[in-house]
Structure formats: structure tokens, C-alpha cells
Nanobody, 117 residues
Framework: QVQLVESGGGLVQPGGSLRLSCAAS???????????MGWYRQAPGNERELVAR???????HYADSVKGRFTISRDNAKNTVYLQMSSLKPEDTAVYYC????????WGQGTQVTVSS
């Protein structure tokens, strides 16, 4: 059983930065290093959408809306994946979820990011 716990959300002004963290437990580090990890977000009234994904080998994929502003990374020694968010816009406001697939989909509880002046 994989548990994912997100942290780092909060209120930030437009143009600001935040770093989200997702700590995975319930699996060994050797298994975590083989997992693709993703960040998704869901704004009120919208469907959940993929923000960024990082593969076991370090390859990354980003939604067009965040390219050049967000960076996903991982620390396999800490079983943790990060999302560095810069140049934040009000439209980035959402609940951000961490995700992985290991036999089945696993989701964290989400962390709220609010971009507002």
C-alpha cells in the first residue's frame, strides 16, 4: 500500500513561487525509483488535469500551460517528488495532487495553492 502526502501549498501573490513536495511511504526506495510520479491539479468546476510527470529515468513531461514556469524533480533517496512553481498566475489556483501507479492508481490528499493579490 502506497501512501502519498503532499505539502507546501499556500497563498502566494501573482508572480511568486512555491515548492510542493510529495513524500511516498509504504514502498521501498528501490521500488520508488522505478515509479513514474505525477502532479495533477483540479480547480473548482474543472476536471483534474495533468501538470507534470517525471519518469524513473528522469524524463519529464509538462502541460503546455506550465512549461517554462514549473519544474518537476525527484529525490529517490528520500522517496520524494517536488514541483517547483514560479511566475505563478491566478489561473494556477487549484488543489494539487500527487499521483503514481503501482498495480493501481494512488493519490495524495491534495494541497491547496491559491494565487491572488
Amino acid at each position: 500500500q502506497v501512501q502519498l502526502v503532499e505539502s507546501g501549498g499556500g497563498l502566494v501573490q501573482p508572480g511568486g513561487s512555491l515548492r510542493l513536495s510529495c513524500a511516498a511511504s509504504g514502498i521501498s526506495g528501490s521500488i520508488f525509483s522505478f515509479l513514474a510520479m505525477g502532479w495533477y491539479r483540479q480547480a473548482p468546476g474543472n476536471e483534474r488535469e495533468l501538470v507534470a510527470r517525471i519518469l524513473s529515468g528522469g524524463g519529464t513531461h509538462y502541460a503546455d500551460s506550465v512549461k517554462g514556469r514549473f519544474t518537476i524533480s525527484r529525490d529517490n533517496a528520500k522517496n520524494t517528488v517536488y514541483l517547483q512553481m514560479s511566475s505563478l498566475k491566478p489561473e494556477d489556483t487549484a488543489v494539487y495532487y500527487c499521483n503514481t501507479y503501482w498495480v493501481r492508481d494512488y493519490w495524495g490528499q491534495g494541497t491547496q495553492v491559491t494565487v491572488s493579490s
